[in-house]
């Protein structure tokens, strides 16, 4: 194979000053600030309309339109008893390349339900957002649909999301109150057994028990 021997180029006086490229490079940033001034002043009259200017995003204050398939933070479908519709079967967490699902089971004292999550935990630290939980999950009890992007934290406990924010996605930690009425590991008290299952109102026909939230 013929080897071609490309010499470098030998830069002029201007050229090692550099100050060509940075003219060069003024030129064309003023050229766009300009030309996106002059038109977002134009379609503010009317004019020009066919003339697209650049588009900038007021982050985060507004949000850019997200696809509907894009994957996001994750979060827990309920019964209409307001209980997670996970039943423990542990799909999710045997099939998470990154290992970052932990999930204790417990007994549900419905019959007709094989169990359910007293302790659910996604560490997003190192989640890798491939949708294997969700795939993998014959329950539709986990999604990532949320449109939640910003999942930055102050420390990596701060990462994990537990039980209480995968049902209700918009709790940010510390979270000061526990709303969960189902026997669970409740974080927010010390990890200890808090909730009973009397006083909630279980449907007797699960088929019913459609994710709702
Ligand atoms: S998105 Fe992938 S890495 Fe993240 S929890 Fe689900 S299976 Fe694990
Ligand atoms: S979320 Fe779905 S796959 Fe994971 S343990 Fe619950 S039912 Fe099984």
């Known amino acids: 194979m013929a080897i071609k021997v490309v010499e470098r180029p030998v830069l002029t006086f201007w050229e090692k000053t550099y100050l060509p490229q940075i003219w060069g490079g003024l030129k064309i940033t003023s ?6 001034l002059f038109l977002h002043t134009a379609h503010r009259f009317g004019l020009f309309k066919d003339r697209p200017a650049a588009v900038t995003f007021q982050y985060p204050e507004e949000l850019r339109p997200l696809m509907p398939r894009l ?22 967490e045997t099939v998470c390349p990154a290992k970052c699902i932990t999930i204790v089971p417990d007994e549900h004292p419905d019959p007709t339900v ?9 560490d997003l630290g190192i989640c890798v957002y491939c949708g294997y939980c969700v795939e993998a999950c014959p329950e539709d009890a986990i999604r990532m649909d949320t449109g939640i992007l910003d ?6 406990e701060a990462m994990r999301l537990d039980l209480h924010e995968l049902m209700d996605p918009s709790l940010r930690k510390p979270i000061e109150k526990c709303d969960l009425d189902f026997p669970h590991k409740c974080n927010v008290h010390g990890g200890e057994m808090k909730g009973d299952w009397e006083g909630i109102d279980r449907p007797r026909d699960r088929s019913s028990a459609t994710p709702s939230h």
């Open 31 to 36: 050229f766009h600030f300009f030309r996106n």
């Open 71 to 92: 994957r996001s933070r994750h979060r827990l479908t309920s019964r209409d008893d307001g209980t997670p519709r996970c039943v423990g079967c542990m799909l999710c």
């Open 114 to 122: 094989e169990k359910y999550p007293s302790r659910f935990d996604i």
């Open 151 to 156: 999942v930055a934290a102050y420390s990596r």
